[in-house]
């Protein structure tokens, strides 16, 4: 969604019911044969997995709204190579630091603290990378904002609510950019969106 | 290296030294601050995240070798789906399975066999989509081998060595493809060149 707004695009935000399991029926699952969200639809074609969904979305679409990618060979290789460290080193450890301090949470189930230490350590370790990386260059592919910055908001929006919060405060450059891309007018849309 | 052979590049292979820490010198940090490998140079121009690499080398170098990668966007993107379903669902249980059954073994560790059994399921599940996908075309991306398909090698070499061939075995379209891709002479060439 937060790609879509970048790019100006119209579009309608269909829900899935979790709570009927409507992402594992056989109409769900001829759209995404794994039964999770999001899918997209764009006219008669359809994707699943979200970060194939934003390059999609950046790249069809190249001539509106915000540039989220470069066509020049090297710039793209350096901005897919930070979305690689993010689905590859971020995601992993953020995806489980959100599962243990904020979903648990959601679902009333204990959060593991020795999971979340370990855990822990292994983020500080992407952050180091991600503030030296930031001393370089104002965002992660470049000056400017990119779809390797883009991928990281919903973890970085999750994290950023929990205890996790104090290594972001104690890492200034990677703090900086998270409140710059955190802010950003279509990111808060979406997070409006969302319910409470 | 499957994908530098198959664009007919010529390249120097440098070994890095695991057994004295070589990956985490400050040298090599400099290439990759994770220190890891793959690390890839072509002329100045550095970069780390095997995926990442691979796309360069089949979007710099279109003209040459085998066509890894398409600029059509919607077929573009439905390859780049089936990259990420690589990256974020078969290669997170295949690693640890890889882990578990072959590289432990290396070291003189123990398989832990419930965690096998967990991951095993996980990989029938995927391997399950695969079969489905696989009646529709030859390969993951369309009807002809790409890059998502290559990012398979490395970990289909290594399951089909181990009792996980059975799950293969089971799948005829899956076990198909499998064959394929690893009778391909680039990947051959690259297995010759692996320590024995």
Not at 97 to 103: A, P
């Amino acid at each position: 969604m937060a790609a879509l707004f970048e790019k100006d695009l119209d579009f309608e935000f269909v829900p899935v019911d979790f709570a009927t399991r409507e992402q594992k029926t056989p109409q769900f699952l001829a759209l995404n044969p794994f039964g999770q969200v999001p899918v997209f639809e764009d006219g008669d074609f359809k994707l699943f997995e979200s970060r194939a969904i934003t390059k999609y979305v950046a790249e069809a679409y190249a001539d509106k709204g915000t540039d989220l990618v470069c066509k020049d060979p090297k710039i793209s290789a350096i901005q897919t190579m930070w979305m690689e460290v993010e689905g590859q080193k971020f995601d992993p450890t953020s995806s489980k630091l959100g599962w243990e301090l904020y979903f648990k949470q959601m679902f009333g189930l204990t959060t593991d603290e020795a999971v979340v230490a370990d855990l822990e350590k292994k983020l500080e370790d992407v952050l180091d990378v991600y503030e030296q990386r930031l001393t370089e260059c104002k965002y992660l592919g470049g000056d400017s904002f990119t779809l390797a910055d883009l991928h990281h908001l919903p973890y970085l929006h999750i994290l950023i609510g929990t205890k996790m919060k104090s290594l972001f405060d104690a890492r200034p450059h990677v703090n900086a950019w998270a409140s710059d891309i955190l802010s950003r007018p279509t990111w808060v849309k979406v997070v409006s969106m969302s319910p409470k």
